[in-house]
């Protein structure tokens, strides 16, 4: 779950780790239909959507899709859902359910609406990257049937540093599949 406002190698790198260390067995992306978090604009959900798609089709078949529930939950809501209730319709559908995420959002979780309950009732598996030389405090959040796992070359970049770089026109294929790239270019996003 997240904004992948554009969705980028890391994120990626989340799924392959998780799949090829057989943590889990398919990874389901789900991404935000309206982040009300975000007080900047983000890109309108379709192009987040057809984006994070076409970053998925390049992985190949490991068990990795896209999933447009959070739009569903919205309409049924009539206003954007938080995190806490698209986890609930989620498990209604999936029952051995597993957040995949990093330290750093993972320390945040206490802040969502319904924090304590999102923490409490939901499996996570949290990757602490390398690279990472100031890691939140974290081990009073987890539970038993939680998992931590360290991740080796893990870029450290984030869509704000990819959305600056792209409009100040330097080159993004170091964080960008080349499909995201190509997508960007050809609607104009992010100048």
Not at 33 to 50: A, D, G, T
Not at 113 to 132: A, C, D, Q, W, Y
Not at 140 to 156: A, T, W
């Amino acid at each position: 779950m997240g904004s992948f406002d554009p969705p980028h190698k890391g994120h990626l790198q989340l799924s392959i780790e998780a799949i090829d260390s057989r943590y889990v067995d398919m990874v389901l992306y789900i991404p935000a239909y309206q982040n009300p978090w975000k007080s900047r604009k983000q890109l309108p959900w379709e192009h987040r959507l057809e984006m994070l798609k076409r970053a998925v089709s390049e992985l190949g078949d490991r068990s990795i899709s896209v999933w447009d529930i959070e739009k569903e939950v919205s309409e049924m809501q009539g206003e954007p859902p938080c995190t806490f209730d698209v986890l609930q319709e989620v498990s209604k559908r999936i029952s051995d359910l597993c957040v995949i995420t990093t330290v750093e959002t993972f320390s945040e979780v206490p802040r969502f609406k319904n924090g304590e309950s999102i923490l409490r009732n939901t499996k996570f598996l949290v990757f602490k990257p390398l690279h990472m030389k100031d890691i939140p405090d974290i081990f009073d959040l987890l539970k038993p049937g939680d998992l931590v796992s360290d991740i080796q070359d893990f870029p450290d970049i984030c869509s704000t540093k990819i959305r600056e770089a792209i409009h100040s026109g330097l080159p993004t294929s170091e964080w960008l599949s080349p499909s995201v790239q190509e997508y960007i270019k050809e609607n104009g996003l992010y100048v």
